[in-house]
């Protein structure tokens, strides 16, 4: 039997001046783990707002959102961040650091302010460097990343996701903006976590293609409801199906 990682229970949120426009409207879904999942859907249907929900950051407004069997909530958000890694579309990175400076950060939130006065630990250069070299940025450690292409700076925000060993990444919008080629090498990064690690990878895509290539599983959202949630190999009928 499969393993739920992330499971939500009719949750509900809506924009603050209009009730009547939900952008989550009574979602149920389980996204298993070590499954390779995208969110899918036009303009508006919900797919960056449903992604960040699993992380806390959008307020239900009705239902409940469980990560590894433990109700997402106030007091349970600082633990069950520290499981799911969070890419944010454009990566916002601090490109006055270099690219290792940046990966450490992801482990601020386990320092104190008193400890980051210091800089950061040896053992988190060494975390950090360990990271780039997997992802094939060795050369490009201490380089600010103002000076790295578009795809480079992504794999620096997806090692600094990396960087506390979470269980579960998280990408809005992973490949926006990116050329073809940078596209493809962000989505091969996240395509070898999930094959050589078994990470639990949910993205939010735009391209049908890349999705039915990368993906296993799809969730098509129109109007914040979930209309399909399948196969991705047909997600390209079963979107023309729901959009036309």
């Known amino acids: 039997m499969k393993q739920s990682v992330i499971e939500c229970d009719e ?3 809506h924009y603050k001046k209009s009730l009547n426009r939900p952008i ?13 999942v995208v969110l899918l859907g036009l303009n508006g249907a919900g797919k960056s707002t449903l992604l960040k929900s699993f992380v806390g950051l959008v307020a239900l407004h009705r239902g409940a959102i469980k990560v590894n069997g433990v109700k997402l909530e106030k007091r349970s958000l600082t633990s069950i961040r520290k499981q799911v890694g969070m890419l944010f579309q454009g990566g ?23 400890q980051t006065l210091f800089g950061f630990p040896k053992q988190d250069q060494h975390h950090a460097l360990k ?14 990343t103002a000076k790295l292409s578009g795809g480079q700076q992504q794999r620096v925000a997806i090692a600094r996701a990396l960087i506390q060993s979470p269980e579960v990444l998280l990408a809005d919008e992973p490949v926006t ?23 639990t990878i949910i993205t939010v895509l735009h391209d049908l293609g890349m999705a039915a290539k990368y993906a296993q599983r799809a969730i098509l959202l129109d109007a914040g409801s979930v209309v399909y949630d399948g196969c991705a190999d047909n997600i390209e009928a079963q979107f023309a199906k729901y959009q036309s």
Do not use: P, W
């Not at 989550?24 to 390779?36: H, M, P, Q, S, V």
């Not at 990271?131 to 600010?144: M, P, V």
């Open 92 to 114: 916002g990175l601090i490109h006055q650091l270099s690219a290792v400076e940046n990966v450490m950060c992801g482990q601020l939130g386990n320092r104190s302010n008193l």
């Open 177 to 199: 903006g990116l050329d073809a080629i940078a596209s493809t090498q962000v989505m091969d990064t996240l395509s070898n976590l999930h094959k050589r690690h078994g990470m």
């Open 131 to 144: 990271l780039l070299q997997e992802l094939g940025l060795q050369e490009h450690a201490y380089q600010k």
């Open 11 to 13: 949750i509900q949120t």
């Open 24 to 36: 989550l409207n009574g979602i149920n879904c389980k996204i298993n783990r070590g499954e390779f």
